[in-house]
């Protein structure tokens, strides 16, 4: 399901990734600067890769030898960051129709409709508020929403709950389960926290 083999590069530094995972849920851990973020972007089309291979769900997305380097908005990635970056001046609602920006009325899984992103990630009573008037759990499940509007084939979350504190943490992972869960969707999760990784991850790989 996630094949990746490439080597990145960052000013002097770098990094050769190997994981090969047929597991839905693929965790990514290790310490500051082990380029876990920088998987990501290369899944995502953000980063290009030295050399080497992303394949994703049998779809390849990168290949440097082939010549291969499919387009970001062409790569069916939703993305969730460390902080939600929500439009300010946009409502919940807003923000999350965002999500389907370039995308037609039927593209994608019907299951990914606005109505099912809202009732899945208990959302309902947010649609007219603004992102100020949330709190950093709502903040993040906004943004999920977002992600999983714009139809995509992987999810990728870079530690959606490192800025929160417990409390809030505690709360946004039964929804993160419920997406993982009742979407099915394959899933690469960034987190330098051991409990939340094993408690949503199916396999777990350490960048050293």
Same mark, same amino acid.
Do not use: C, W
């Given at each position: 399901?996630?094949?990746?083999?490439?080597?990145?590069?960052?000013?002097?530094?770098?990094? *050769?990734?190997?994981?090969?995972?047929?597991?839905?849920? +693929?965790?990514?851990?290790?310490?500051?600067? $082990?380029? *876990?973020?920088?998987?990501?972007?290369?899944?995502?089309?953000? @980063?290009?890769? @030295?050399?080497?291979?992303?394949?994703?769900?049998?779809? +390849?997305?990168?290949? #440097?030898?082939? =010549?291969?380097? +499919?387009?970001?908005?062409?790569?069916?990635?939703?993305?969730?960051?460390?902080?939600?970056?929500?439009?300010?001046?946009?409502?919940?609602?807003?923000?999350?129709?965002? =999500?389907? /920006? #370039?995308?037609?009325? =039927?593209?994608?899984?019907? $299951?990914?409709?606005?109505?099912?992103? +809202?009732?899945?990630? =208990?959302?309902?009573?947010?649609?007219?508020?603004?992102?100020?008037?949330?709190?950093?759990?709502?903040?993040?499940? @906004? $943004?999920?929403?977002?992600?999983?509007?714009?139809?995509?084939?992987?999810?990728?979350?870079?530690?959606?709950?490192?800025?929160?504190?417990?409390?809030?943490?505690?709360?946004?992972?039964?929804?993160?389960?419920? @997406?993982?869960?009742?979407?099915?969707?394959?899933?690469?999760?960034?987190? /330098?926290?051991?409990?939340?990784? *094993?408690?949503? $991850?199916?396999?777990?790989?350490?960048?050293?």
């Amino acid at each position: 399901m996630l094949d990746i083999d490439i080597l990145l590069r960052r000013g002097g530094f770098e990094r *050769k990734v190997r994981i090969a995972e047929d597991a839905r849920v +693929v965790a990514l851990t290790g310490p500051s600067g $082990a380029g *876990k973020t920088s998987v990501l972007n290369a899944i995502a089309g953000l @980063v290009r890769p @030295v050399s080497g291979r992303v394949v994703v769900d049998g779809h +390849v997305l990168f290949d #440097g030898a082939a =010549g291969i380097d +499919v387009p970001t908005h062409r790569r069916r990635v939703g993305y969730v960051f460390q902080d939600a970056r929500l439009f300010p001046h946009r409502s919940v609602r807003a923000n999350l129709l965002y =999500g389907r /920006h #370039g995308r037609r009325d =039927g593209d994608g899984d019907a $299951a990914f409709s606005l109505d099912a992103v +809202v009732e899945l990630l =208990g959302i309902d009573q947010l649609l007219e508020r603004r992102p100020a008037n949330l709190s950093g759990g709502e903040s993040q499940r @906004v $943004a999920i929403g977002r992600a999983l509007l714009s139809q995509p084939a992987i999810l990728l979350l870079d530690e959606p709950l490192s800025s929160l504190d417990q409390p809030r943490r505690e709360e946004l992972i039964p929804y993160l389960q419920r @997406v993982r869960d009742e979407t099915r969707l394959p899933m690469v999760y960034v987190s /330098h926290t051991e409990d939340d990784v *094993k408690r949503l $991850a199916h396999a777990i790989h350490r960048l050293d």
